[in-house]
């Protein structure tokens, strides 16, 4: 028993831990689309948490069933099986190492990049892919509809200013599948929770995230705490991205985010982020500047933000680099 806890332990070793928060988000913003005002709701929860949940979305839930099923077969694979998958450079199969700077952490996932307006992952199989598209094509649909609401709450110009950075088929969206297997054996040992995906913000516009009705979701608040999210396999969570901070001159806010592991269930999830090309330059749109308002942030283009996020750690304030002094 000895030997055993000393592996398991060793397993772990370099994953960070942290104290369960006890706190639970109950003042989520709920984004209904059938109801008018959704587009006020939008902003205001952009403004406030960089997060909010959306319900009455109208994907089709057979497809999310259809895609989750899929990955938890790939995930049930033998080790040696999924890494011909590996590794995630840029895109593949990971295992507990994310990204190339030395993060870890209790999870395991697949990595779609984008090509000519699909997501691709070399070899996967012909299931799974056309799943992951469709399901992103229903997933791009939805985040353009709340780019426009946005645009139109804003009054920031045409319609598509916002959404066309999404629906060009050159963006450089992507697409990942993690898979956090359960962790009991941790928590008697010191009382902490083993992070299985460490806290971030996303370099994208808009991310979209779906689950199953497992709980680890965490978000950063204004003043620093953290909250769990309720698991809610039905709805999608958008999280603001560090480009879209940008875009709106600190307006909205890209939200920190973590999940911890669970100790008993396995925790599925399905991530879309709506990145825009690679040469388009991401700077404060002129038409949402007040007289006299200055750019927090230097231009720069997703291009060159993409190159340097990928030469940070996950858990750095990658903005912090740009920002005008
Ligand atoms: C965070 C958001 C997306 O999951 C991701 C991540 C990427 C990766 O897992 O390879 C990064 C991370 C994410 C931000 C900084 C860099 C790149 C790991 C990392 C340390 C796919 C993305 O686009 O940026």
Known sequence: VLSQTVNILDNFNHIKTCKP?????????????????AKTKIVEACKEFGFFKVINHRVPIEL???????????????QSDKENFGPPNPCGYGNRKIGPNGDVGWVEYLLFGSMNAQLILPG????????????????????CE???MITEELKIGPK???????????????FRLNHY??????????????????????????????????SGLQ???????????????SSFFFNVGDSLQVITNGRFRS????????????RVSMVYFGGPPLSEKITALSSLMEDGEERLYEEFTWSEYKKSAYKTRLGENRLGLFEKS
Request: glycine share 4%.
């Open 146 to 148: 709340v780019l426009e």
């Open 160 to 174: 598509d200013v916002l959404s066309r950075l999404i629906k060009d088929e050159k963006s450089d969206s992507c």
């Open 255 to 266: 939200v920190r985010h973590r999940v911890l592991t669970h100790s008993l269930k396995s």
């Open 64 to 78: 999310v069933a259809k895609l989750e099923s899929e990955a938890v077969k790939f995930f049930n694979l033998s």
């Open 219 to 233: 978000i950063c608040l204004q003043d620093g705490t953290w909250v769990s999210v309720p698991p809610d396999h």
């Open 21 to 37: 928060s006890s706190r639970i988000f109950t003042a989520i913003p709920v984004v209904d689309f059938s109801d008018p005002d």
């Open 181 to 214: 297997p359960p962790c009991p054996e941790i928590q008697p040992v010191n009382g902490r929770t083993l992070i299985g995906f460490g806290e971030h913000t996303d370099p994208q516009i808009l991310s979209v995230l779906r689950s199953n009705n497992t």
């Open 124 to 143: 996967i199989s012909e299931n799974l892919w056309s799943l992951v598209n469709d399901y992103v094509s229903a997933v791009r649909n939805m985040v």
